[in-house]
């Protein structure tokens, strides 16, 4: 019977094995795979594809394992102790992306409707505009803007990259729907657009950094200072951040020149991905993407901290971090060992989970 039959023909299934039913039942229930050459690059190529359902069904009525059943299939007990593939990060689909500009305007009206004390801000800041870029622009400019440097030029300065980057204009979005989706202080995308600094500082950021690599050293440094001074998150113009970030409370958040962040990274507040000493050169740690970096941790050096990896709060990292393990400590050490370390079948900075690394008993 090949796995095919199996799919099409669930009830052949499972009438055969109703009159097998006298054979004994195993002592380890077993998960069914199927194991045919077309079957794995069908799975390859697509991760959730019907297989999944394949399994699924052998899983609810297979009772009874055969001796020749493993002819077409592969048999392996299941245990909770088997490490599972890590989750893939959700990529945000280009139209739930664009749904963002007009979500932010309902949410905005619907604010204005409950607080109406707040009819000329939100007119002002998100209303009055016909786009993100130029809403986060204008508040952008507001926010960093001071005597000596007037809100217009901020803007125009803004606003002209924004319209230019379309990579830019992409993060800004899946940076506003990681703190929705991972924050659950945070109220509605309006709420981190207009008060979460640092969304507000990973976008100037943003424009800070194609500045520094475009040659324009000095007006990349005068959007840093004032990041700095206005939002206390002093990321340097030079380190390269990826998309879907989200920087929580973001409170003294220090990140050096040649610092690499990945993609979907949640970092906490007082954190710092910094040197060693006087080195120069490509000094600084390596995030990778899924990373869950909690507060108050130092991760010092050019080391690399694995993809979906999870550092506790309040460690201090100076070597390698290997992918899907928690560390904790200072020095922070592997949960489980390093020759065993427990491996972590979801993305953190996803689940936001500080604790279930903790063993210990008050």
Not at 13 to 38: E, F, G, W, Y
Not at 259 to 287: C, E, F, Q
């Amino acid at each position: 019977m090949s796995v095919s039959l199996l799919q099409s023909q669930p009830s052949i299934l499972i009438k055969t094995l109703q009159a097998k039913s006298h054979l004994p039942t195993p002592r380890t229930m077993v998960a069914c795979v199927d194991n045919s050459s077309a079957a794995r690059s069908k799975n390859h190529l697509n991760p959730n594809s019907d297989r999944l359902q394949i399994e699924n069904s052998l899983f609810n009525y297979v009772k009874f394992a055969r001796s020749n059943f493993c002819d077409i299939v592969t048999c392996a007990p299941i245990s909770q102790d088997r490490p599972n593939p890590i989750d893939p990060p959700p990529m945000f689909p280009t139209e739930s992306l664009e749904d963002v500009w007009p979500r932010l305007l309902e949410e905005a009206r619907s604010d204005v409707q409950q607080e109406p004390i707040l009819g000329n801000y939100y007119f002002s800041v998100i209303l009055s505009h016909n786009s993100l870029e130029s809403a986060l622009a204008n508040h952008l400019a507001a926010k960093l803007s001071n005597q000596t440097l007037p809100s217009n030029i901020l803007f125009e300065v803004f606003s002209g990259v924004f319209k230019d980057d379309r990579e830019i204009r992409r993060a800004m979005r899946e940076d506003l729907k990681a703190a929705k989706d991972r924050d659950p202080a945070c109220l509605s995308l309006v709420h981190c657009l207009l008060n979460y600094k640092g969304f507000l500082a990973i976008q100037a950021h943003r424009v800070a950094h194609k500045f520094w690599r475009g040659g324009r050293k000095v007006l990349a440094f005068v959007i840093q200072n004032r990041v700095s001074e206005v939002f206390a998150v002093d990321i340097h113009p030079g380190a390269k951040i990826g998309h879907g970030i989200l920087l929580d409370h973001a409170t003294g958040v220090v990140i050096g020149e040649t610092a690499v962040i990945g993609n979907y990274v949640s970092i906490l507040h007082n954190v710092t991905l910094g040197g060693t000493g006087k080195v120069s050169g490509d000094r600084h740690p390596k995030i990778g993407d899924g990373v869950l970096i909690g507060a108050g941790t130092q991760v010092l050096g050019n080391v690399r901290v694995g993809e979906g990896a999870k550092i506790g709060a309040g460690s201090v990292v100076v070597k390698e971090v290997p992918a899907r393990t928690t560390v904790v400590g200072n020095p922070a050490r592997l949960v489980g060992g390093k020759e065993n370390p427990i491996k972590l079948d979801r993305h953190p900075s996803f689940t936001m989970d500080h604790t279930s690394w903790s063993d210990y008993v008050i």
